[in-house]
Structure formats: C-alpha cells, structure tokens
C-alpha cells in the first residue's frame, strides 16, 4: 500500500538532508570558514519543496532515486545561492531566514557573496560528476536546462526585473513576468530535471512543463497571501517586508480575495495538466495541493 | 608561413570580442538594464589571457577553433563575473577596473551582484547547450573540471583564503595554497577545456595540466611584481591597492628581486613540461614568455 503523503513527505525531506549533508563539502574541508557558511546555509532549512517536485517528477518516469536526488540537490543548491545574495544588504538586506541569522549576519558579507558563488558551481558539479541519464547527452541537455533556468533569462533576471519593479506600480502581466522568472523557472527546472532522471516521453515533458509553470505560478501568489497574512513568528522570516519595501505583490494587485482565487484557478488548472497520467502522478497531485493549500 | 606572435594574439582577441559579442545576451533582450550590465563588464576589457591559453591548448590538440572558442567563452565568463564580484565593496572595493568604472559604480551593487550570478550560469550554459567534442561523456567532463575550478575548491576557495589572509603574514607554500585556488584554477582550466575540444591523449593532458599550474602561478607572481613597481595610470586598476590593504604578496615575502627569480623559475619550468610537443605548443610557449614577461 503507498504511504500517505505527510508520511512521504517526511520521509523524502529526511533521506534528502543526509544527501545534502553527503555532497556539501565537510566542515573540516579548507576553506573551512566558508565550507561551513555553504552547508550553515543549506541545511536544516526550508520545506524542499522543489527537491520533493524533483521526486515527484521521477516517480512519474520511472527515475533510479538515487540519480533524481543529485538532480534535486542542484536545484536546492541553486536556490540557497539565491536566498544568501537575496538576503545581503544591498538587495533584500533581511537579517531573518527560517528562523535563523541570515548568512551574511551570522558570517559577513564577503562570505556570504562567495557562498552563493559556490553553491553555483557546486550545483554544476553536482549535475555533471557522475551519471544521472544513461544518455550523456540527454545529461548535457539538463545542464544547460539548470543553467537557463538560473540564468538572466531565467531566476538571476527574474531578481532583476523585481529591482526594477521597486515603488513602481505593475501591471498584472509585469507581475507574472517577474515571478515566471524569479520563482517559477528553478520549480519548472525541478520537475523537469527529476523527470529527465527516468526516461520521460515528450508527450509527459509538454504537460509536467505546463504543470511546472503553472505550480510555480500558485507557489509565488500563495506566497504573497501568506506573506501578508502572517506574522514574523509564525513565517520565521520579517513578516510585511514586501509590502514596507513597496512591492507589487498579487495582493496589492488583486486584493486578498483576488489573489486566493488565482491561486485556486492556477491550482485547478495544474491539476488538470496531470489528467492522464493517473496514479503515477499521484505525488505530483498532492504537491501541488500541498503548495497551495499550506498555511506557512 | 606562421604568423608571428603579436599577428596572432590580436588576431584571436579581435574575433573573441566578436565571439563574446554573440553569445552574451542582446543590450535589447529583457530584463534590459541586466543584460547591459552583463555586456559592460565583460566586453571590451582584459587582454583575454584565459581565452589564449585555450586557443593555444586547443591548437595543440587539433580542436575546431569554433569549439575551443565556445569554451574558452565560458572560461572567460567566469574570469568576468569573479571580478565584478571582488571589486565590490563588500570585498575590495574598486571603483576602477580596467580603466573604468566598476559595475557597481557604473551601475548598483544589487545589479553587480545579479551580473556576476548571471554570468556564471551563462558560462555552464555555453558548455552545455551545443557540441564541444564528440563524446558528450567528455563533454560533461568538461563542465564538472570548470564547476571544480570555479567552486569552493577552486577560484572561489582561493579568494576565502585571501579574505582570511588580510592582516596576515603568510607562510609561502600558504600563499603559494591561496593563488592555487584563486588564479591558478581558471588558467588551468582554460588550457584543459581549449585542449578536450579535441582529442587530447592523456599524456598531453597531464603535461598541459603541469604547465597549466605552473604558468598559473607565473601569473600571479608577476601579477604582484607589477603591482609593487606599477602605477595607477598604466595599469588601469588602483595601484598599491594589495599593499594598502596589508595583503601578503610573493613581493612581500620575497622581496622583489626574490619574486622577479621565482617568476623566471616557473616560466623556465613551464617550457620544459612542453617539451616533447615541439611545434605544435608554440604558441603555448610564446604566451608563457608573454605572461611572465609583459610590462602591463
């Protein structure tokens, strides 16, 4: 009989701490100082939601777990960079992440530059040092798909276009083009990148890609409901900062009812991305139910 | 009749402007400010030393130059993106950089942080996205020895190691340790990557990897004999700039006469490791004379 998914999901986050543990460099390894910021900024942190798509994904196509968790793992890596350089003062300059000093308050911020300089490159090394498709260039083709999606046309632009996007009033289609960028490239490239661990027909990429954009899409506005809902306890990070640095957000745009709906109709609409694929998708399902419903 | 050695590298450097040119993202492409950022600091700058030594590996090994120049692109990249985050202020602090202004001074911090995250995304998506050697396994090979020599055990260890030296006296081999890491890695690299765009055998590869360090260190010696005899005007960078900041340099350890015979060592070295290649390396060995000899 499977699991549930609360029990899954536990499982899953646990075995991936001790993978993420396994591939960052050891603490006693020199640079010690920095090999220690890395692994202070990636453990013990954050629900792994795009590390549990990654699994997901692989489920669906029949991925070795052994491989899709490398793929994961670069993913998460990609996205801890993104939190240490978001956090430094001369962008979000937030003090708070999950409950705990932020990377350059804890170290400074010269260390924090280069841990997410080398949480980067360790992610690429991550997707290149050992077989993760029995195809290497299929394996190539993941690379390059993490490098888009990190990129200037991908998460690094999307941070970009939120610069730009400060005290200024968006449009709803700006707004989305922020977040399709900041958020929803790395929760795509999740998806794909555990599904291309396995051998997905083209026909699954299309709909987990749609599925992909659109999961991403539900993750930012639930983001910003809770993000205004929440308080600084119960989120672990400064509650109301978007909103103090004047920041559109799809509640600001669309009022909190607005937002709820969208969320609900990007939901529905994810779901029925997966329609075909039955029980395989079942954990994709129930993501996706997960990352718009959660209450923090 | 070969073209002589001055013919060939502003040969090679007017075409690898146009190389960079058309591989980093259009001034036009959104999110626009980014991209023109990204060009600002990559374009029009450098004498290109990393990009060289590809060239000239790659010539030794018979690879295509419109593959050695995709690799050394990526290498490149990652030289760009290492300089624009080490001159913020967070880490030294220039305002000057190849004779204008720094990224974060042209620009914002915010954006220089987001050009150097770009940039080296953009790099692991040069080495991915078309063919640079037959064998797509060797080709991924070639993505983990630049992920291996940008990381935390590479450029970015390097430059931890000198954040923590600051103030420091060194010993030498722990200098010799830092510029290993920080300048040694990239140049390593860039040989390694011109050489497997063809079809190296490992016997070569394990001489080019020798030269490869020992002309790396060559660098950075003279690098510091430079910087102690240079001033601002010529070299384009503030001049002294290590001294004021009571960094530990092979000048400062050995006193210049000490650095200038340590330079001539590792050069007379490096043309030995080339030794049975005849021909072929020559280029390879008129860019060691060039490194260890240059006035600027």
């Not at 010690?32 to 549990?52: E, F, I, N």
């Not at 010269?110 to 290497?136: C, I, K, R």
């Not at 046309?153 to 939120?162: N, V, Y």
Request: contains cysteine.
């Amino acid at each position: 009989m499977m699991t549930d998914f609360a029990t899954w999901v536990a499982a899953r986050q646990t075995s991936f701490e001790s993978v993420l543990q396994r591939l960052l460099p050891a603490a006693e390894v020199a640079p010690q100082r920095l090999h220690q910021a890395m692994r202070y900024s990636v453990l013990d942190g954050g629900k792994r939601v795009r590390p549990l798509l990654a699994y997901a994904a692989g489920e669906l196509t029949g991925a070795p777990v052994a491989r899709v968790e490398i793929a994961a793992a670069a993913v998460e890596l990609i996205h801890a960079y993104s939190l240490v350089h978001d956090d430094m003062p001369c962008m979000d300059d937030d003090v708070l992440r999950r409950g705990k000093a932020t990377c350059h308050v804890e170290y400074d911020q010269a260390t924090a530059l280069l841990v997410g300089d080398a949480l980067q490159s360790l992610a690429f090394q991550l997707l290149s040092e050992q077989p993760l498709n029995d195809d290497a260039a299929k394996q190539l083709q993941m690379v390059k798909l993490l490098a888009l999606a990190a990129g200037s046309r991908g998460m690094a632009g999307g941070q970009a276009i939120d610069l730009a996007s400060v005290g200024r009033q968006l449009t709803l289609p700006e707004l989305e083009q922020m977040h399709i960028h900041k958020t929803g490239a790395l929760i795509r490239a999740a998806i794909l990148l555990g599904a291309h661990c396995g051998n997905p027909a083209s026909s699954q990429l299309d709909r987990l890609d749609r599925f992909g954009k659109l999961i991403g899409l539900a993750f930012q506005v639930v983001d910003d409901v809770l993000d205004c809902e929440a308080d600084t306890a119960t989120l672990g990070k400064t509650a109301g900062k978007d909103a103090d640095h004047d920041k559109p957000t799809y509640v600001s745009l669309l009022g909190l009812p607005g937002a709820k709906e969208m969320a609900q109709r990007l939901h529905r609409e994810a779901l029925e991305s997966l329609g075909e694929f039955g029980e395989p998708a079942r954990r994709l399902r129930e993501l996706a139910d997960f990352i718009v419903l959660r209450k923090f």
